[in-house]
């Protein structure tokens, strides 16, 4: 980033699995400028906030926090991405344990209450803000917040106890998955920010292109690949061109068919396509299946899971009238399942789709 903020010190080294996670969403990175360069205005404009970057599953935002992190290794990182994080528990703890070094760099002792709601966490941050020069910032990075299990905190309270108020020179960046802004699980009076990365269609193309150049131009791995496309493709720019209309920006899934060129078996009859789900993203999308289920799918459930799998660009009216339901029964439905969901205007009608073509053709074979 440009004019990148100064930050808290020292560096406070992440928990272990934190670390790996980092490392292996930052593989083969390539910067994506439009949200770096959002996310430092934002630090630049306010005095404190929270930033949120809004994504479907696989569209970069683990990667791009993750990148966050290493470019500025002052900030706190948390994800509840990885096994056995997913608990407002364990945040607290695990967080508050990153702040206590930040202030004493002393094997930290946390109250025994501290997991019962925000109220140490806050301590902590306005302990570390009053202690700020002029230039300082904290920034705590929290990825994967639409993974919190409910269950592990009050129902009325902010997602993983994060404060309603954050005192000056305090900063938090979230990334989740799409969620109602009435549903967002977040109560706070502090200034706040969203970038919805569906709302950037072609700097998301522009950056899938450059991950695909990037990706060839390694050196390990480009000279395989660069030689599988030349004898399948007139030349890169083509083949470039339609793995980028492919991967409906979705960067987990051309990392994915990246990795296995070239394909083994062969692809069919000349075919260039991977109709096949890549190798890597079935256990991604069993465990996003598993959460659609959740404890089981009632017969509204399966007939709209039904319809979105065969259709695309479906409205509620049309989902309702193919199963012979009532249309708010749908739109609950819908609500439900919005991260799976891209939406758009059509005909004046909001329409629905599952969030990629090969997610929808894992769906298939599951129904």
């Known amino acids: 980033m440009n004019n990148q903020p100064q930050l808290l010190t020292p560096t406070t080294p992440y928990p272990t699995i934190f670390q790996q996670y980092i490392r292996q969403k930052t593989e083969n990175y390539v910067d994506r400028s439009l949200i770096s360069t959002t996310i430092n205005n934002f630090l630049q404009n306010h005095n404190h906030g929270y930033f949120t970057l809004i994504g479907s599953p696989g569209s970069g935002k683990s990667a791009i926090l993750a990148n966050y992190t290493i470019q500025n290794p002052q900030t706190v990182y948390y994800t509840a991405e990885v096994e056995g994080k997913n608990r407002a528990d364990e945040f607290l703890i695990t967080l508050c344990t990153q702040l206590i070094q930040k202030i004493d760099h002393q094997n930290p002792t946390l109250p025994d209450n501290v997991t019962e709601g925000s109220w140490y966490l806050s301590l902590l941050l306005q302990k570390i803000s009053d202690n700020l020069t002029a230039e300082e910032k904290l920034i705590v990075v929290v990825d994967g917040c639409d993974n919190l299990d409910r269950q592990s905190q009050p129902r009325d309270s902010n997602i993983f106890y994060l404060p309603r108020y954050l005192p000056k020179q305090v900063y938090f960046l979230l990334a989740r998955r ?54 399948n493709y007139q030349s890169e720019a083509e083949f470039c061109r339609e793995l980028v209309a492919e991967s409906g920006n979705n960067f987990m899934y051309l990392s994915r068919v990246l990795g296995g060129i070239p394909p083994n078996p062969p692809l069919e009859g000349g075919d260039r396509k991977w109709r096949d789900i890549p190798s890597g993203l079935e256990e991604y999308y069993q465990g996003l299946w598993q959460k659609m289920v959740g404890d ?50 059509i005909g004046g009608e909001i329409c629905y789709s599952l969030y990629h073509w090969s997610f929808r053709n894992f769906l298939r074979v599951c129904l």
């Open 178 to 231: 799409p969620f109602l802004r009435a549903k967002s699980g977040l109560l706070i009076e502090t200034p706040a920010e969203t970038l919805n990365l569906e709302q950037f269609p072609e700097q998301n193309q522009a950056d899938a292109r450059a991950y695909i150049q990037h990706y060839l131009a390694i050196p390990e791995v480009g000279a395989n690949i660069k030689s599988w496309v030349a004898e």
């Open 296 to 345: 089981g799918l009632s017969e509204i459930e399966l007939g709209v899971l039904r319809v979105l799998v065969e259709q695309e660009e479906v409205s509620v009216e049309a989902i309702a009238e193919s199963i012979d339901t009532d249309e708010y029964d749908v739109e609950e439905v819908l609500e439900t399942w919005l991260e799976f969901l891209h939406w758009q205007e």
